[in-house]
């Protein structure tokens, strides 16, 4: 007997040991470092810059892409020989972006103004009908422009709307160009809106609740049910030594400002544009754009108080593209009810070392992050020591399979991994 879940098949009968079991895990992780006891197989490569994906209960995978392959925008991926690659490849959808996933019976897919939904025929790879669009109308925009989103329990889907701006100045990325106060960019962008999940045709400015603001770009976001709460990672401002010279040195700016991961709560504001944290103050600090220095808090300031604290904090430009909870039980204990974070990897890092290409994991104890993360996957972009734009790979989506395997892709080389815990 076969049962139906999210529109897709899987056998009640199939152990996720014993699919693992028929995997022949290269010797070489694919590529990849791992703890002790983990084994990595590519699933499949040159699919296209791919970027965010989901995995079906029957174990097909769906990955978005940044530009349209093959004629289609998503792919979809079927392993039939359980060997642990996909032998089955199908591109579909006449849009292409960042988000997607599964929700109630429903494949959904985000370009960068738009989230559609493609009801998903029980058995097939891909859907027959063209899609529904839930949200429109959010606003054209040449920088963080990814939709990214995320379910919550309760029949809402909550939306990235990047800042296209660094820092809002009155002129962009421009040497002390003042910021402007207020910062009109806040009114649709920099936040999260939340929409109801299964409602056609709604508008980000009809519609949408701006549940969260003050986030410039949120590529990584997921509901954790354990506490029901959303999280989101923010990519963290650039250029703050070559905007403001006479505050920051070169090496305050590669390491600044932190890249965070945050709980949200309806109505938090995390204070982009005027405001960034400092991991190494563990503060946090009034933006240069907006009367600081490098050493002003917000202590004092009109600001003071009104800006949530991340959870826990990260380097400087790593780039933070996926979040992900880990609710499965094949890996060991300690990481269930945790998350791993794909870090794209920095491009202005200089004079240090280019850094980030990696997935990390942050422990979660007593229903809070602790501050203290781990790699859990490296490797990806083949040199120790990239250069920009050189990086063989570089993690973007991340999602957990049915069978408790963590699922990394990258939009450098269009690659699909499968992680799995094996005890070998």
């Known amino acids: 007997m076969l049962i139906a879940i999210m529109g897709v098949s899987c056998s009640p009968n199939s152990s996720p040991d014993s699919e693992i079991s028929k995997i022949n895990f290269p010797d070489d992780n694919a590529g990849l470092t791992l703890p002790d006891g983990f084994k990595a197989v590519k699933v499949a490569d040159s699919l296209g810059a791919a970027r965010h994906l989901t995995v079906a209960e029957n174990g097909d995978i769906y990955v978005a892409l940044r530009q349209e392959q093959n004629g289609g925008g998503i792919v979809a991926l079927r392993d039939t020989d359980e060997d642990g690659k996909a032998d089955q490849k199908e591109y579909f959808g006449d849009h292409s972006g960042t988000g997607i996933g599964l929700h109630n019976g429903y494949l959904y897919a985000s370009s960068t103004t738009k989230v559609y939904r493609y009801e998903m025929p029980e058995d097939s790879l891909v859907p027959s009908a063209e899609p529904e669009v839930i949200v429109e109308g959010f606003p054209e925009q040449n920088s963080h422009a990814a939709k990214?989103?995320?379910?919550?329990?309760?029949?809402?889907?909550?939306?990235?709307?990047?800042?296209?701006?660094?820092?809002?100045?009155?002129?962009?990325?421009?040497?002390?160009?003042?910021?402007?106060?207020?910062?009109?960019?806040?009114?649709?962008?920099?936040?999260?809106?939340?929409?109801?999940?299964?409602?056609?045709?709604?508008?980000?400015?009809?519609?949408?609740?701006?549940?969260?603001?003050?986030?410039?770009?949120?590529?990584?976001l997921d509901w954790n049910y354990a506490v029901n709460s959303l999280y989101v990672t923010q990519h963290g401002r650039d250029q703050l030594y070559q905007n403001w010279p006479k505050y920051y040195t070169k090496k305050e700016s590669a390491e600044l400002p932190a890249e965070t991961l945050y709980r949200v709560s309806e109505g938090d504001n995390f204070g982009w544009p005027y405001s960034y944290y400092d991991q190494r103050k563990d503060s946090i600090m009034l933006a240069p754009e907006y009367g600081g220095n490098g050493q002003k808090t917000l202590a004092g300031t009109k600001y003071e108080g009104q800006f949530e604290r991340p959870a826990t904090a990260f380097p400087g430009h790593w780039a933070p593209n996926a979040l992900e909870f880990y609710t499965a039980d094949?890996?060991?204990?300690?990481?269930?009810?945790?998350?791993?974070?794909?870090?794209?990897?920095?491009?202005?890092?200089?004079?240090?070392?280019?850094?980030?290409?990696?997935?990390?994991?942050v422990p979660f104890e007593n229903d809070s992050a602790l501050t203290q993360y781990e790699k859990f996957a490296t490797g990806f972009p083949g040199t120790e020591n990239p250069q920009p734009g050189s990086a063989e790979h570089r993690p973007t989506g991340l999602a957990v399979g049915p069978d408790g395997s963590l699922y990394v892709t990258d939009d450098s080389r269009g690659t699909v991994w499968r992680i799995a815990y094996t005890e070998e």
């Open 148 to 220: 990214s989103f995320t379910f919550d329990s309760s029949g809402n889907i909550y939306v990235n709307v990047g800042a296209p701006s660094n820092s809002c100045q009155e002129e962009d990325r421009v040497t002390e160009s003042p910021g402007q106060d207020p910062c009109p960019l806040l009114e649709r962008h920099a936040g999260i809106w939340q929409f109801s999940a299964s409602t056609p045709g709604q508008t980000q400015q009809e519609d949408g609740v701006r549940y969260a603001t003050g986030l410039r770009n949120v590529v990584g």
């Open 330 to 361: 094949q890996f060991p204990e300690k990481y269930q009810n945790g998350a791993f974070i794909a870090f794209h990897g920095s491009w202005n890092r200089a004079p240090l070392p280019q850094q980030g290409y990696n997935v990390v994991f």
